[in-house]
């Protein structure tokens, strides 16, 4: 897929989208050897070796790898000395345990495993800021490039703070993209606010007292009262939260008894002693995150104990929304439309539903975290057939060069 690349708006128009797209042909390479060859989660040796020759061969001052278990941070110090400045700037790495359904030719080696959500694109446009940057240098204080493992449900941000990210690499701000195929090829949208929704995830055991399923009166059903749990639950939102208040709750398993065979009778019909179910909530405003908490937990146990079983209830916040801090977007904002032009920037979009563990440094540091368009033609994220759009690879590179050294002139 090509793409034609946008004139400058002029205000910071560099050379950078220039410069780096002579360097395309080698982005474009290394993203593709990334996808053929995708690992998951606290996996990513390959990865982080290809990360960590890259970043020694572009002269950066110091490469730090095993952070966060397989996580590396290039360290990268301006020309401009007598500056304190820092910033970091971040990609998450890992693949997904799905199927490649995709021909193409660089398409996944590994059985089960793909990059269906454009992290190897995200790793190869940091590796693109960070080779010009190397090469320029002009810039006071410090960058930090954080490759980050694990994004895909390991909460590898938190485990990369929980080893001392900021400690060991001080940033006084982070910045962070995801590619976005719902957006124009070459666009940006960044909010000064929310980006991404928290997610919690909970777990419902239904506990009753089995028996022949000819019998059930001699049984405490926890098929039923599961159904009529899950049924409840679904006044959560509509019912007990302020309408203006964006959230979802989804029950995406229920399971109880044994499989089934279809067309073949069961040689025993038995009604099991439990049922378990699993879903997840979504919200923004941690009001709204309280009441789904605590009503989760009391629709489960009143309805389960109306039709006479109990429930066991286990509610874990997991991913805390991805809320920019606006200063933050609005350094985003101006870098990318001096690169890229007004036209191309978008502000103020509905966020999205899905989350993002990158919220966990945005509650230890200010920052942003921001969408770059893929084309609207590319199919979603985590889909057997995505791949991502190598023609805004330079694009990416150049923003995240921008922001880096804008930020650090601030």
Not at 227 to 235: D, E, G, S
Not at 299 to 308: R, V
Not at 356 to 366: G, H, Q, V, Y
Not at 395 to 408: N, S, V
């Amino acid at each position: 897929m090509s793409l034609v690349l946008p004139t400058p708006g002029g205000n910071t128009d560099d050379g950078t989208l220039r410069a780096i797209s002579d360097f395309h042909p080698f982005l474009s390479a290394f993203r593709r050897d990334l996808h053929a060859h995708p690992e998951l989660g606290f996996e990513e040796r390959r990865t982080a070796a290809r990360v960590a020759e890259a970043l020694q061969g572009f002269g950066f001052d110091e490469v730090h790898t095993g952070v966060g278990r397989t996580g590396v941070v290039g360290v990268l110090r301006g020309r401009w000395v007598g500056s304190s400045k820092s910033v970091g700037l971040r990609a998450d790495m890992d693949a997904l345990p799905v199927q490649e359904e995709g021909t193409c030719a660089h398409r996944s080696v590994h059985a089960g495993r793909m990059h269906g959500c454009g992290h190897d694109g995200h790793v190869t446009m940091l590796l693109g800021a960070a080779r010009r940057l190397a090469h320029t240098r002009d810039f006071g204080g410090t960058v930090h490039f954080i490759f980050q493992p694990g994004e895909e449900g390991h909460a590898g941000a938190r485990v990369m703070i929980e080893d001392g990210l900021f400690e060991r690499f001080p940033c006084d701000a982070v910045y962070a993209l995801h590619n976005w195929p719902s957006l124009p090829a070459g666009t940006v949208a960044v909010n000064p606010g929310a980006m991404m929704a928290a997610r919690d995830d909970f777990w419902l055991r239904i506990e009753g007292v089995g028996g022949h399923g000819a019998m059930p009166h001699r049984t405490a059903d926890p098929v039923v009262a599961a159904c009529a749990v899950v049924a409840a639950l679904q006044t959560v939102v509509s019912r007990n939260l302020d309408p203006a208040l964006s959230a979802v709750l989804t029950v995406h398993s229920l399971q109880a008894g044994g499989a089934i065979a279809q067309g073949v009778p069961t040689q025993s019909v038995t009604v099991p002693p439990q049922a378990d179910i699993a879903g997840i909530a979504k919200w923004f405003d941690a009001s709204a995150g309280e009441v789904l908490r605590r009503r989760v937990a009391e629709i489960a146990k009143d309805c389960a104990s109306a039709l006479g079983t109990r429930a066991d209830v286990r509610y874990l916040p997991f991913l805390p929304p991805t809320v920019n801090a606006p200063p933050c977007a609005e350094l985003v904002r101006r870098a990318a439309t001096g690169l890229l032009g007004a036209a191309r920037v978008f502000t103020g979009v509905l966020p999205s539903m899905a989350s993002e563990d990158f919220s966990f440094m945005l509650n230890e540091r200010p920052g942003a975290y921001f969408w770059l368009g893929v084309g609207e033609d590319v199919p979603g994220l985590h889909h057997p057939h995505y791949d991502f759009n190598d023609a805004v690879l330079p694009i990416g590179a150049a923003l995240l060069a921008t922001i880096a050294r804008e930020a650090l002139a601030a």
